[in-house]
């Protein structure tokens, strides 16, 4: 099992967030993938799971992507277990978290410790949303 996070800035319409978030769920079903996908309004950070394959695949799609840019992995990785295992791809809008992400992209180095401690504060943040 595979796990990616990443963080990119967003250059889409957000009347089109909806459309994306639909189709990611239906594909990422199909998949066998999970996870959560952030939108703090200026930027986004995405947690993607499943098989390697099937996860490398994706993240070449969405680095092509020109809804984004600035795609930048802070974590990729083999994990025994997946985070979310009911959500094939779960929207939150998080606009408190904006700037940490905007300062996060122009950071020239990021830790996987400092990664790891950022997915966890926005995780954090999920179920006051649910
Ligand atoms: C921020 C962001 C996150 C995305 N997340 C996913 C995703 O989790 N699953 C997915 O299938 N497509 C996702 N996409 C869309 C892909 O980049 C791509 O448009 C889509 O997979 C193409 O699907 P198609 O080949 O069926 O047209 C995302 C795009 C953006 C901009």
Redesign the pocket.
């Known amino acids: 099992m595979r796990q990616i996070f990443y963080i990119?800035r967003?250059?889409?319409e957000p009347a089109d967030i909806r459309t994306?978030y639909e189709?990611?769920?239906?594909?990422?079903g199909q998949?066998d993938?999970t996870?959560v996908?952030m939108?703090t309004g200026g930027c986004?950070a995405?947690l993607?799971e499943g098989p390697a394959p099937a996860l490398q695949a994706?993240m070449e799609?969405?680095?092509?992507?020109?809804?984004?840019g600035q795609?930048r992995r802070l974590l990729d990785r083999d994990v025994t277990a997946r985070r979310f295992a009911d959500w094939?791809?779960e929207l939150f809008e998080m606009p408190g978290a904006d700037d940490l992400v905007d300062d996060l992209l122009q950071t020239t180095s990021v830790s996987p410790q400092r990664a790891q401690r950022v997915l966890e504060l926005m995780l954090a943040e999920l179920p006051l949303r649910c």
């Open positions: 990119s967003s250059l889409i994306l189709h990611s769920r239906r594909h990422n998949a993938i996870g996908l939108f986004f995405q993607i994706l799609r969405i680095q092509a992507d020109p809804r984004h795609v094939h791809m």
